[in-house]
């Protein structure tokens, strides 16, 4: 009866493809990729994230698929001065990070919940290595004023990536403004202002001013605003003001037509 019951399990999952009547082996898998599959002009392909802080090109195994089954994977970063790898996890890999140009590399990871969490910080330059633990919210900030050129590499072929900023941001307003302690209206407009910045992002007052930067050009270049807003340096951070005949609409943060009737 045992058996009876096996072989009908079998035959059910080979019918809906979950195994195959024939293994293929590794060694077999590979000799159907190309020779191309296993490489990958990682400097001169298109970067997925593109912000005034410097641009992204991952290395992942839509890119390169001989990577399938491998579990590693890379990014390669270009951080521009003052230029922000905004704070981030990965959800199904730690990362070894390898600076190969620049000298003022911030790098940091914040520890789980405990008794004494860690705030564990790094300046690294060109020929020095950081780890990060997998899960665990971390950053890379350009504190110098040259770019700095970095690789990432995950032991995993799809590592994931939770970008803490906008992720927590989209939560329910009414979670979001209890979470910070501010009101429900300010809590829209956070998120809506967040929604303008392209990632990496550019750094602030103190080191754009160091760099002989132009703030107010650096802050808000890339920072969209849409239809009625206008970016301009507050504070010394970028915000989205509206342009004459627009206010902003309390219940969406955005800006819109004002209404003479």
């Avoid at 996890?89 to 140009?101: C, D, F, Q």
């Avoid at 302690?181 to 998120?191: F, I, P, S, T």
Wanted: glycine share 8%; charged share 20%; with cysteine.
């Amino acid at each position: 009866m045992a058996s009876r019951v096996l072989l009908v399990s079998l035959l059910a999952l080979s019918s809906v493809g979950l195994i195959s009547a024939q293994a293929v082996t590794e060694l077999e898998r590979r000799a159907s990729l190309p020779s191309k599959a296993f490489a990958y002009p990682t400097r001169k392909a298109e970067p997925v994230d593109a912000g005034a802080g410097g641009d992204v090109r991952p290395v992942r195994v839509q890119e390169l698929p001989s990577l399938k089954g491998e579990s590693i994977s890379q990014v390669h970063y270009v951080l521009e001065p003052c230029g922000l790898n905004s704070p981030q996890l990965h959800p199904r890999a730690a990362e070894i990070v390898y600076v190969i140009k620049g000298d003022e590399l911030e790098m940091g990871f914040v520890e789980e919940n405990g008794p004494s969490p860690r705030v564990i910080n790094n300046t690294l330059k060109a020929g020095q290595s950081m780890l990060v633990p997998e899960g665990l919210l971390h950053w890379q900030y350009n504190r110098g004023c040259k770019p700095v050129e970095f690789i990432s590499t995950f032991n995993s072929e799809d590592p994931g990536v939770l970008t803490v900023a906008s992720r927590l941001l989209s939560i329910p307003t009414n979670a979001l403004a209890t979470t910070l302690g501010v009101r429900q209206r300010e809590a829209v407009r956070l998120d809506s202002d967040q929604k303008q910045v392209a990632a990496p992002a550019i750094g602030g007052y103190e080191c754009l001013k160091r760099c002989g930067i132009d703030i107010g050009e650096q802050l808000c270049k890339g920072y969209s605003c849409g239809d009625g807003g206008v970016c301009m340096v507050k504070f010394d951070r970028p915000e989205c003001v509206c342009a004459p005949n627009y206010v902003r609409d309390a219940s969406t943060g955005k800006c819109v037509k004002r209404n003479f009737s």
